[in-house]
T-cell receptor, first 112, second 111 residues
Framework: DGGITQSPKYLFRKEGQNVTLSCEQN?????MYWYRQDPGQGLRLIYY???????QKGDIAEGYSVSREKKESFPLTVTSAQKNPTAFYLC???????????FGDGTRLSIL | DQQVKQNSPSLSVQEGRISILNCDYT??????FLWYKKYPAEGPTFLIS?????DKNEDGRFTVFLNKSAKHLSLHIVPSQPGDSAVYFC??????????FGTGTRLKVLA
């Protein structure tokens, strides 16, 4: 079955620590995205990537970093510079521009 | 500034009746709109979309209507079923791979 796998489902971070959220897709989609969802808010775009070895900042990129070394993988690192990292993080992919996105089941990140 | 707005945070409907979820947008350049459904602790699932060249798109029990002059779209679910209880997000494609999402409406279908 094709889809997007995010891991882990729950993640805890200590103050000052970097953590990496995994996102893997086997849909053969070119475009991949990272969103953050906070209570009562819509999904806000952190980073997106149109093709391998290329990515662009979204609306709230500060304190985050990504890489796109393989088509299937788009990991997100939440750095210690992100002052309010507690949120639900969603990874998505699409076959191209102007197409519906397929989402993973998310990772909930909390601060210890 | 919220470019895509869902002004009703929640909606309750009796099973078998029509559910109408609304979405307003501010940018007349948006030309493609989508609705997603989300269950707790899961990612959103694509439901239905509409291009700005149309004013209606149907898929089974789901119909999306687009009123470009009012910058308004709505999702109709007929008949509503308990399994439709979820949070519904509308989204607008703003170009260069970017989508703007609304804040969501929680639909509860009462048996």
């Amino acid at each position: 079955d094709g889809g997007i796998t995010q891991s882990p489902k729950y993640l805890f971070r200590k103050e000052g620590q970097n953590v990496t959220l995994s996102c893997e897709q086997n849909l053969n989609h070119d475009a991949m995205y990272w969103y953050r969802q906070d209570p009562g808010q819509g999904l806000r775009l952190i980073y997106y990537s149109q093709i391998v070895n290329d990515f662009q900042k979204g609306d709230i990129a500060e304190g985050y970093s990504v890489s796109r070394e393989k088509k299937e993988s788009f990991p997100l690192t939440v750095t210690s510079a992100q002052k309010n990292p507690t949120a639900f993080y969603l990874c998505a992919s699409s076959i191209g521009t102007n197409q519906p996105q397929h989402f993973g089941d998310g990772t909930r990140l909390s601060i210890l | 500034d919220q470019q895509v707005k869902q002004n009703s945070p929640s909606l309750s409907v009796q099973e078998g009746r029509i559910s109408i979820l609304n979405c307003d947008y501010t940018n007349s350049m948006f030309d493609y709109f989508l609705w997603y459904k989300k269950y707790p602790a899961e990612g959103p699932t694509f439901l239905i979309s509409i291009s700005s060249i149309k004013d209606k798109n149907e898929d089974g029990r789901f119909t999306v209507f687009l009123n470009k002059s009012a910058k308004h779209l709505s999702l109709h679910i007929v008949p509503s079923q308990p399994g439709d209880s979820a949070v519904y997000f509308c989204a607008a494609y703003s170009g260069t791979y970017k989508y703007i999402f609304g804040t969501g409406t929680r639909l509860k279908v009462l048996a």
